[in-house]
Antibody
Framework: QVQLQEWGPGLVKPSETLSLTCTVS?????????WAWVRQSPGKGLEWIGS???????FHNPSLQSRVTVTVDTSKNQFSLRVKSVSAADTAIYYC??????WGQGTLVTVSS | DIQMTQSPSSLSASVGDRVTITCQAS??????LNWYQQKPGKAPNLLIG???NLETGVPPRFSGSGYGTDFSLTISSLQPEDIATYYC?????????FGQGTKVEFK
């Protein structure tokens, strides 16, 4: 079955870059669907960050667009998220998603010095 | 951005009760609406897509309805395993946006 797993540092310093990768198993990213990043924080609830198609076509939330990069590596069956210039407001659980049926378990990222 | 407003924000009910959660969009989203169930420490789980299509494996006591700006999720007979937070999400326009959630608890 389709499984997604996020991985990356759980602690990031303010002003630095948050980097996460999602490894997909049980399905080839190149076979289709959009692949998304969603985050959840107590203050802002669920927030869509951005989505990517295997061709590299991306869409981002305008509230984050200037700081966010979503990329895909079909050879590794992975997609990734980078958020630059983070602050405490970026502290959240980050989920990778195969829109919208399959979600990773989520990974907590804390922004703190 | 399209604002999704859920009500109530929380509710208390008993086993066997009929429970209805509403979701209002700030503009017409056709039927491009998902409903999710989220239990503590878990990712959201898609229950209903396209406003009324029950996902495979979801018990038939769950149903969704609505079109345009007004939507609802109904649990016909609340079961203990239904205690969770429920979210709506519109995917008609970018950015895709979620409601703030409705927490369902036992009375």
């Amino acid at each position: 079955q389709v499984q997604l797993q996020e991985w990356g540092p759980g602690l990031v310093k303010p002003s630095e870059t948050l980097s996460l990768t999602c490894t997909v198993s049980g399905y080839s990213i190149s076979s289709g669907y959009y692949w998304a990043w969603v985050r959840q924080s107590p203050g802002k609830g669920l927030e869509w960050i951005g989505s990517i198609y295997y061709t590299g076509t991306t869409f981002h939330n305008p509230s984050l667009q200037s700081r966010v990069t979503v990329t895909v590596d079909t050879s590794k069956n992975q997609f990734s998220l980078r958020v630059k210039s983070v602050s405490a407001a970026d502290t959240a659980i980050y989920y990778c998603v195969r829109q919208w049926h399959h979600w990773g378990q989520g990974t907590l990222v804390t922004v703190s010095s | 951005d399209i604002q999704m407003t859920q009500s109530p924000s929380s509710l208390s009910a008993s086993v066997g009760d009929r429970v209805t959660i509403t979701c209002q969009a700030s503009q017409d989203i056709s039927n491009y609406l998902n409903w999710y169930q989220q239990k503590p420490g878990k990712a959201p789980n898609l229950l209903i897509g396209d406003a009324s299509n029950l996902e495979t494996g979801v018990p038939p006591r769950f149903s969704g309805s609505g079109y345009g700006t007004d939507f609802s999720l109904t649990i016909s007979s609340l079961q203990p395993e239904d205690i969770a937070t429920y979210y709506c999400q519109q995917y008609n326009n970018l950015p895709q946006t979620f409601g703030q959630g409705t927490k369902v608890e036992f009375k």
